[in-house]
């Protein structure tokens, strides 16, 4: 080890506070998938990784990545630079810098190392998530989705996206450090946890579509209301996440049409978004939920599409690579599940997965009050250095 992981930690929240100003909007942080702010984001991330003696390149839909050689097989580290609207600076960043940041300290190693800076973690413009993680393993893309423009993500892909897929060949594993996006580390007094599984997540689109109509004129027993339709089976989503232990069932957006204060809504389209660490309790949710959404829409002279855009299965992270991530995080380090998704899903189905959690301030993330510590991120840095040197 060179540099005091402190430094460290100083480079890496500079950097962060750097690409925080590499965004779409003024005065607030959004870095969505193919925009010039990821563009510029990536650039800078590539910059950074050649400083630290890397080899850099980018694949066919934009991830990405910094070589260090060593012996001939690999591991590989990362996480994504993509960022929800109104982000926070840490979510995705701080796992690529300070991934980069221990490489640059470790040793020399007996194998080759790559950071991955995945281009779409959260699916914002086109409702892909995992889109840069899911390529690399070969994942099929919905190439024919288009963003809010009209304009389709086959459009914005300038070459074949199975160029990026990764043999995984010779892979050791994959490990992710984030933050943790919830209050468990602050609430246990701990700077890092390990993460023992990752939820399974469904996410769905859903229209109620009624009859729009004048506000004045039209009889309430008359009346096909979408929005009321949607209301009430919202309240039965929030009720369904509140009675199943373990289950997380959340309505993120609704958009109303026509939209004016004296109409009668004749359509309502939301999302839903279902998460649980086991898949048949996550499954059987979904479809209590999709069931009541019909009886709802049948009651009310409504009618009902549904339409499933993301389905994924819980991970169990690797037990070996967690315990050496374990060790390298020091003693009565605790271990969690993660109800968030991650690039780790994805990078699972080719390699070993492990993931190193860092404490955030109240638990606050896909916000701008997300924060993190100075000595917590110097303590990520020391373990993840310390990883890489025990490794085998």
């Known amino acids: 080890m060179t540099m005091p992981a402190t430094d460290l930690a100083t480079t890496v929240l500079a950097r962060c506070d750097e690409l925080a100003g590499l965004t779409e909007e003024p005065g607030r942080l959004t870095r969505r998938y193919a925009t010039p702010a990821l563009r510029a984001a990536g650039d800078a991330v590539g910059g950074w990784m050649r400083e630290a ?5 980018r694949d066919a839909v934009g991830n990405v990545i910094g070589r260090r050689e060593g012996g001939p097989r690999t591991l590989l580290l ?102 943790e ?16 599984a990752i939820a399974g997540q469904t996410r769905s689109t859903v229209a109620f579509h009624g009859r729009a109509g ?25 009720a369904a996440g509140a009675e199943e232990a373990g289950l997380l069932a959340t309505v993120g957006e609704l958009t109303v049409e026509p ?25 059987a949710a979904n479809e209590r939920l999709r069931a ?31 315990d050496l991530l374990a060790r390298a995080a020091g003693p009565d380090v605790p271990r969690l599940a993660s109800g968030a998704g991650h690039d780790a899903v994805m990078m699972s189905r080719i390699a070993p997965a492990a993931m190193l959690f860092v404490r955030c301030a109240g638990g606050i993330s896909h916000h701008p009050a997300e924060s993190v510590a100075h000595d917590d991120v110097a303590a990520a840095i020391d373990a993840t250095t310390r990883f890489l040197e025990e490794v085998r």
């Open 214 to 238: 004048h506000a004045g004129t039209v009889p309430m027993d008359l009346r096909h209301d979408a929005l009321a339709g949607a209301a009430e089976w919202v309240g039965t989503v929030e």
């Open 78 to 179: 990362g996480s994504h630079l993509d960022t929800v609207v109104d982000a926070g600076r840490y979510d995705g960043a701080l796992g690529v810098l300070v991934a980069l940041a221990a490489v640059e300290r470790a040793a020399d190693l007996p194998y080759a190392v790559e950071v991955y800076g995945f281009a779409d973690e959260e699916g914002v413009r086109f409702g892909t998530a995992y889109l840069g993680s899911g390529a690399v393993v070969g994942a099929p893309l919905p190439l024919e989705r288009v963003d809010a423009d009209g304009v389709r993500l086959a459009d914005v892909l300038r070459t074949d996206p199975v160029d990026a897929r990764r043999d995984p060949a010779g892979l050791i594993g994959y490990v992710e450090v984030h933050i």
């Open 292 to 322: 009541r959404a019909e009886e709802i829409a049948d009651a009310r002279g409504l009618r009902l599409q549904w339409q499933t855009v993301l389905d994924t299965v819980a991970v169990a992270c690797d037990p070996t690579l967690s």
């Open 259 to 283: 939209g004016a204060s004296n109409v009668i809504p004749g359509r309502v389209n939301a999302s839903l978004d279902v998460r649980h660490a086991e898949d048949r309790a996550r499954r």
């Open 53 to 57: 003696g890397m080899t850099v390149r």
């Open 181 to 196: 996006q919830g209050p468990a580390l602050e609430e246990a007094g701990a700077p890092l946890g390990v993460v023992t």
